[in-house]
């Protein structure tokens, strides 16, 4: 009798903690350079960033980014009726600077990695999580501080209200992985694993119910959330900024190509993700070098010109199309009475 042929899983090393973080970008030029300073300082062996079609000046910004050897930027025209972001992770998955690093990290560029344990490196929570193929890093929302209006400045100094404690509403998570383990990625996770035992787990280690990785509509992971934590590593997610760059989005368009009111003030999504509840200035520990940093990138004249014109460009932008009459078609009234949201234990 001829048993059935064991299969043939990729190699899993181990040894590697190397890491590429991938971002999908449009018109993301106002803080490009504070996204890639602070990066550049979390011990990253590659950062890619994928763009389509910006008319902000932004992609001009990273090529000059890539010329001085801080990132890689790739240009992509997404195919009629695929989202640019799903059609970016799929170059990502290909993309020679990805496949010589072992794991991947897919963020926004309204997202910051913040790593709390050993040295803050992305290298030290791999370290912490051994043995994982992914880790599900939780988000944690920064509201708009009670800024209406953008005037200049840096995202982490500038809001630095948020959520207290994880929320059930907002439990969602991104995913650092081992990219060969899997088909293809959305921007929440890994999809189609190619190993029956590909290991899930938290920030802390506990392991995660990997359902959802075979599941291409969820965005979700399956998890106690008890389990939820902030602890060893979060993303810091500034969704919402100030209110005026917050409706802006309407104009950028959404990154899943999808038509929506999302980026409405007093939406649902605004609602869940403006978190004002408590001061949390825990990242500014890392400012001194994010700003050493800047200033090393803004002393390229070439540089400091492009991101002065992306700054142009959307004020000149915001000028032209929020007006009061547009700001009051992209809001919903205020809701006479919001239900309370209960936070719950930071596990």
Known sequence: MTGTPSPTWPERDTTRRDVALVSCMRNEGLFILEWAAYHSLMGFTDIVVFTNDCTDGSDLLLDRLAELGYLTHVRHSPPPGSNPQDAAMQLAFRHPRVLANEW?????????????????????????????????????CFGNAGKTRWDGGNVLEEFTRSQGRPMRRISFHKSLFRHRMFDYGTDHMPKGPKRADIRVVSTVGKPIDPTPLRQPRKSR?????????????????????SDDLYVMKNDRGDGQGRTHTKYYIHSDAYRRHNRNETEDRSILERWPAVAGRL??????????????????????????????????????????????????EDG
């Not at 050993?118 to 193929?133: F, I, N, S, W």
């Not at 492009?306 to 205020?334: G, K, M, V, Y």
Request: charged share 25%; hydrophobic share 45%; glycine share 2%.
């Open 104 to 140: 991947l990290l897919h963020i926004d560029a309204d997202e910051f990695l913040f790593v709390t344990t050993g040295d803050g490196t992305v290298r030290a929570l791999l370290k912490v999580v051994d043995p994982a193929d992914v880790v599900a890093i939780s988000w944690k």
């Open 221 to 241: 992971y399956l998890m106690d959330f008890r389990n939820v934590t902030f602890r060893n590593a979060a993303i810091y997610h500034y969704a919402i900024k």
């Open 295 to 344: 200033q090393e990138l803004r002393a390229d004249p070439l540089l400091a010109r492009l991101e002065t014109a992306c700054i142009q460009a959307f004020q000149a932008r915001r000028d032209a199309i929020l007006t009061p009459e547009q700001l009051a078609a992209w809001s919903f009234p205020p809701p006479s009475a919001q239900p309370e949201e209960r936070e719950g």
